[in-house]
């Protein structure tokens, strides 16, 4: 009984306390209160009392005339007998100022809406990534972590950022025509200015003619995308120019200030009666039209004896073989792992990539036992002559050269990659690799193989001190049809350019080709001792524009040389950006924009003029 009286006065009590809570008494505001310098505004759903003077808001309790007066009193004494009108009009100017407050703070909302939207599709442009990715993934996953970090209210902000596939396209071409538009300005204002074409084609079996600029700028050499346009049908010499020069005249940019043009060995770009070249030396007939070195390097390489080249595709066979079926490639992988390799599968050959042979070759030297012990195990389809070559010194011997020699190869064609390569590296680095060649064929000839890692590692292991006289002849022969090659593709360098290298020590007499101006600033640089000392802290074309405001002529001479591509690395670098942009997936998507944006490093778009454009609308 008394369990019960007491569990019956708790709830007593607790009720109590409910209707306590629900009595606590709610002020509403009288227009009485005006006359105490008071209005009504509504914060957090709750009515409280303004002093339209200060401002100041007071709590819901203290909405009583005593209260208001004593604020009026105690704070604004000198206006206490001032007439009710007074606060009215005060009022008034109070409600202004909070609509004028809104307006500014929403069009400033929108505005910082339209700059997001602007710097979101920037980043998705230079990503490569589908436009649709920022209000799929970025725009969900932004309002994820600033919910998590300020709270449901902040992240409802991002609701008004337009972020749709169409709002991400056009802010991505309208960024692209403000970089073009800088660009165009820049290649028109510079002296002189060099190109580098290239054309290939995408997934969607079209044609696309590649161009980028290299000029001088704020004191400084620049690169740039010119564009990236398709070629309507064919790919002949007269297609690629229409295009090339339908851009020039529209945009104005002069021929006559062209120096050189870089491209790869096609015929269509090196014809010189019907293809671009013979064309555009009509323009301009003393722009100079340079053959990409990294190509030349490719086909100077090519050449190799017969029994090399056997061996090289015995290779390409045994890969092919394994990487055919997937059963033999799960195999090949189990007895890698069994083995402890460190590389569990071999490498596709493919022709068009510079670096493929070498590594491919690598590959399977180092996995020669694996292979071996595989076409022991999986004799089918011809898997026992593939079989013997693993058991062959000779042949061994021989993939074992080709392996270092490619490497070297490799080496030589990276060192070519990039984009500060200027004509007079590219020349260096040709003539430290002939040299090699003549080493490496001298040491040959006298039985030493230190030059070459890979085989010298394998006769070591296999307790062998020299080669067979067939090995060893195989070598030499490679050796010097490879010089032979490079020397083809590649000439004596011209001396009289060396002056461009070195201003400090050329004897000005031997040059030919220089104004009388040109040889005597020549002549006053190679005597100043100032510049002698801080040539070697600058790159030569920054050399070349630091001195350019007292040695004009011969400074622009230098430059023209230092302008020209030596390679089209960036036209290729691109056309890699394209592919990954336009995919099977984006089939349709015309890729200029995004590639302009994604490449192009020295140009930033001007958002905030873009911005300053817009009217400024909030998403729906």
């Given at each position: 009984m008394?369990?019960?009286?007491?569990?019956n006065?708790?709830?007593s009590d607790?009720?109590?306390?409910?209707?306590?809570?629900?009595?606590?008494?709610?002020?509403k505001?009288?227009?009485e209160?005006l006359?105490?310098g008071f209005?009504?505004?509504?914060?957090?759903g709750?009515e409280?009392?303004?002093?339209?003077?200060?401002?100041?808001v007071?709590?819901?309790?203290?909405m009583?005339?005593a209260?208001?007066?004593r604020?009026?009193?105690?704070?604004?004494?000198?206006?206490?007998?001032?007439?009710?009108?007074?606060?009215?009009i005060?009022?008034?100017?109070?409600e202004r100022s909070?609509?004028?407050?809104?307006k500014?703070?929403?069009?400033?909302n929108?505005e910082n809406?339209?700059?997001?939207?602007y710097?979101v599709?920037?980043?998705?442009a230079?990503?490569g990534?589908p436009?649709?990715?920022?209000?799929?993934l970025?725009?969900?996953c932004?309002?994820?972590?600033?919910?998590?970090?300020?709270g449901?209210?902040?992240?409802k902000?991002?609701?008004?950022?337009?972020?749709s596939?169409?709002?991400?396209?056009?802010?991505i071409d309208?960024?692209?025509?403000?970089?073009k538009?800088?660009?165009?300005?820049?290649?028109k204002?510079?002296?002189?200015?060099a190109l580098?074409?290239?054309?290939?084609?995408?997934i969607s079996n079209?044609?696309n003619?590649?161009?980028?600029?290299?000029?001088?700028?704020?004191?400084?050499?620049?690169?740039?995308?010119l564009f990236?346009?398709?070629?309507?049908?064919?790919?002949?010499?007269?297609?690629?120019f229409?295009?090339?020069?339908?851009?020039?005249?529209?945009?104005e940019?002069p021929?006559d200030?062209c120096?050189?043009?870089?491209?790869?060995g096609?015929r269509?770009?090196t014809?010189?009666?019907?293809?671009?070249?013979?064309?555009?030396?009509?323009m301009?007939?003393?722009?100079?039209w340079?053959h990409?070195?990294i190509?030349?390097?490719?086909l100077?390489?090519?050449?190799?004896?017969?029994?090399l080249?056997t061996?090289?595709?015995?290779?390409v066979?045994?890969?092919?073989f394994i990487?055919a079926r997937?059963l033999?490639?799960?195999i090949?992988?189990?007895?890698?792992?069994?083995?402890?390799?460190?590389?569990?599968q071999?490498l596709?050959?493919?022709e068009?990539?510079w670096?493929?042979?070498?590594k491919?070759?690598s590959?399977?030297?180092?996995?020669?036992?694996e292979i071996?012990?595989?076409f022991?195990?999986?004799?089918?389809?011809?898997?026992?002559k593939?079989?013997d070559?693993?058991?062959?010194?000779?042949?061994?011997?021989m993939?074992?050269?080709l392996?270092?020699?490619?490497?070297?190869l490799?080496e030589?064609?990276?060192?070519?990659?990039?984009?500060d390569n200027n004509?007079?590296q590219v020349e260096?680095?040709?003539?430290?690799?002939l040299k090699?060649?003549?080493l490496?064929?001298?040491?040959?000839?006298?039985?030493?193989?230190?030059?070459f890692p890979t085989?010298?590692?394998?006769l070591?292991?296999?307790g062998e001190?020299?080669?067979?006289t067939?090995?060893?002849d195989e070598?030499?022969?490679?050796l010097?049809?490879?010089?032979s090659?490079?020397r083809?593709?590649f000439?004596?360098?011209?001396?009289?350019?060396?002056?461009?290298?070195?201003?400090?020590?050329?004897?000005?007499?031997d040059?030919?080709g220089?104004?009388?101006?040109?040889?005597n600033?020549?002549i006053e640089?190679s005597?100043d001792?100032?510049?002698?000392?801080t040539f070697?802290e600058?790159?030569?074309?920054?050399?070349?524009?630091n001195?350019?405001?007292?040695?004009?002529?011969i400074?622009?001479?230098?430059?023209?040389h230092?302008?020209?591509?030596?390679t089209?690395?960036?036209?290729?670098?691109?056309?890699s950006?394209?592919v990954?942009?336009?995919?099977k997936?984006?089939?349709?998507?015309h890729?200029?924009?995004?590639?302009?944006?994604q490449?192009?490093?020295?140009i930033?778009?001007?958002?905030?003029n873009l911005?300053?454009?817009?009217?400024?609308?909030p998403?729906?």
């Amino acid at each position: 009984m008394k369990r019960w009286l007491k569990s019956n006065d708790s709830a007593s009590d607790e009720a109590n306390e409910k209707s306590s809570t629900s009595k606590v008494k709610r002020r509403k505001f009288c227009n009485e209160y005006l006359a105490f310098g008071f209005t009504s505004t509504n914060l957090n759903g709750e009515e409280r009392p303004q002093c339209v003077i200060c401002y100041e808001v007071l709590s819901n309790e203290s909405m009583k005339p005593a209260k208001l007066r004593r604020h009026l009193e105690t704070k604004h004494q000198d206006l206490r007998e001032k007439s009710k009108s007074f606060f009215q009009i005060k009022a008034s100017e109070l409600e202004r100022s909070k609509k004028t407050m809104m307006k500014t703070a929403t069009g400033t909302n929108n505005e910082n809406a339209v700059l997001a939207s602007y710097q979101v599709s920037l980043l998705v442009a230079k990503s490569g990534k589908p436009h649709t990715i920022a209000e799929e993934l970025i725009l969900p996953c932004a309002k994820i972590m600033v919910s998590a970090m300020l709270g449901d209210k902040a992240s409802k902000e991002l609701d008004i950022i337009s972020l749709s596939n169409s709002t991400v396209k056009s802010r991505i071409d309208e960024m692209s025509g403000n970089v073009k538009e800088q660009l165009i300005l820049n290649v028109k204002a510079s002296p002189f200015y060099a190109l580098q074409l290239d054309e290939s084609t995408d997934i969607s079996n079209d044609a696309n003619l590649l161009a980028y600029v290299r000029y001088e700028h704020n004191d400084g050499i620049n690169e740039d995308l010119l564009f990236c346009m398709p070629l309507p049908s064919h790919t002949t010499g007269e297609a690629i120019f229409e295009v090339l020069n339908k851009f020039m005249s529209t945009h104005e940019i002069p021929w006559d200030k062209c120096v050189a043009v870089s491209t790869d060995g096609a015929r269509a770009m090196t014809g010189t009666r019907i293809g671009l070249q013979a064309r555009v030396k009509k323009m301009n007939p003393s722009i100079v039209w340079h053959h990409c070195c990294i190509h030349r390097e490719a086909l100077a390489a090519k050449n190799m004896p017969e029994k090399l080249k056997t061996v090289l595709d015995d290779i390409v066979q045994v890969v092919n073989f394994i990487k055919a079926r997937p059963l033999n490639s799960r195999i090949f992988g189990m007895i890698c792992e069994e083995m402890g390799s460190i590389h569990k599968q071999l490498l596709l050959h493919a022709e068009v990539r510079w670096l493929s042979r070498g590594k491919v070759v690598s590959r399977v030297f180092e996995l020669r036992d694996e292979i071996r012990i595989f076409f022991l195990k999986n004799s089918v389809g011809g898997a026992n002559k593939h079989a013997d070559k693993f058991n062959d010194f000779g042949w061994l011997s021989m993939a074992a050269y080709l392996a270092d020699i490619f490497n070297a190869l490799n080496e030589l064609n990276l060192g070519l990659q990039g984009r500060d390569n200027n004509i007079f590296q590219v020349e260096d680095k040709i003539e430290t690799m002939l040299k090699k060649i003549d080493l490496w064929t001298n040491r040959t000839i006298k039985q030493n193989y230190n030059h070459f890692p890979t085989l010298a590692a394998f006769l070591e292991s296999s307790g062998e001190a020299t080669l067979s006289t067939q090995v060893q002849d195989e070598m030499i022969k490679h050796l010097r049809t490879l010089r032979s090659s490079f020397r083809n593709y590649f000439p004596v360098p011209d001396k009289n350019k060396t002056w461009i290298v070195d201003p400090f020590n050329t004897d000005v007499t031997d040059i030919i080709g220089l104004t009388t101006v040109q040889e005597n600033q020549l002549i006053e640089i190679s005597c100043d001792s100032a510049l002698k000392r801080t040539f070697k802290e600058f790159s030569l074309s920054s050399f070349w524009l630091n001195v350019k405001k007292d040695y004009k002529e011969i400074s622009e001479e230098a430059l023209k040389h230092l302008l020209l591509f030596s390679t089209t690395y960036l036209c290729e670098k691109a056309f890699s950006a394209l592919v990954y942009t336009k995919n099977k997936y984006r089939n349709r998507l015309h890729v200029e924009s995004d590639l302009r944006l994604q490449l192009n490093s020295n140009i930033n778009p001007n958002i905030t003029n873009l911005v300053a454009k817009k009217q400024h609308q909030p998403s729906h």
